[in-house]
């Protein structure tokens, strides 16, 4: 089946710091991939739509500059948390969809990576 | 507006016994509806895919039901055992975008 990794898996950084994580689809080529933010006892919010190639569309209330999106290629996307604060402290997701002519938005996600900001 | 709601929020159940978990939806048009099991710390994992036309589908001891016409769902779980701890996501797709619409999930117990 389709795999999709995550790294880090969590990380820990002061506030103020900006922090990268990367969402990789290894054995896939992934044209859209997505983010999502978690918190606790809460179900997935999606954060932002990456297309390969072309700016990320972020859902409202999402600020696209402090969480710069890159999807540089088929099976990488890269989230920046610029300048965190603890209120950003959460479990950030990624997903990537295999186009598929039946389940046409089939998306496979990440492990998650957990965000501790001090 | 689109919705998807589940129940019960939490269950606790015990090693062994079978329960069924809840999901209304009012996603309008539908194009499928997923069962995800999200394990603490961990991404959410598809247990079932089901589309209009299809009214029960089984993965294991998994088994996830489609009325179409009420927009409910369910999904059984038989002879739970203690790995079936976990939040049970029941998500929505819309057919006009393909948005996914997320249930709040149900949190599953299990206890020796």
């Known amino acids: 089946g389709a795999v999709v990794s995550q790294h880090p898996s969590w990380v820990i950084c002061k506030s103020g710091t900006s922090v990268k994580i990367e969402c990789r689809s290894l054995?896939?080529?992934?044209?859209?991939m997505f983010w999502y933010r978690q918190f606790p006892k809460q179900s997935l919010m999606l954060m932002a739509t990456?297309?390969?190639?072309?700016?990320?569309?972020?859902e409202q209330g999402v600020e696209k500059d402090k969480f710069l999106i890159n999807h540089a290629s088929l099976t990488l996307s890269t989230l920046t948390v610029t300048s965190a604060h603890p209120e950003d402290s959460s479990f950030y997701i990624c997903?990537?969809?295999?186009?598929?002519?039946?389940?046409?938005?089939?998306?496979?996600f990440g492990p998650g990576t957990r965000l501790t900001v001090l | 507006k689109n919705q998807v709601e589940q129940s019960p929020q939490s269950l606790i159940i015990l090693e062994g016994k079978n329960c069924t978990l809840q999901c209304n939806y009012t996603v309008s048009p539908f194009s499928n509806l997923r069962w995800y099991k999200q394990d603490t710390g961990r991404g959410p994992v598809s247990l079932t895919i089901m589309t209009f036309s299809e009214n029960t589908k089984s993965n294991g001891r998994y088994t996830a039901t489609l009325d179409a016409d009420t927009k409910q769902s369910s999904l059984h779980i038989t002879a739970s055992q203690l790995s079936d701890s976990a939040s049970y996501i029941c998500v929505v797709s819309a057919k006009s975008n393909y948005q996914l619409i997320w249930g709040a999930g149900t949190k599953l117990i299990i206890k020796p």
């Open positions: 990456s297309n390969e190639g072309s700016k990320a569309t972020y």
């Open positions: 997903s990537a969809r295999d186009w598929d002519p039946v389940e046409a938005d089939t998306q496979y």
């Open positions: 054995d896939f080529q992934a044209t859209t």
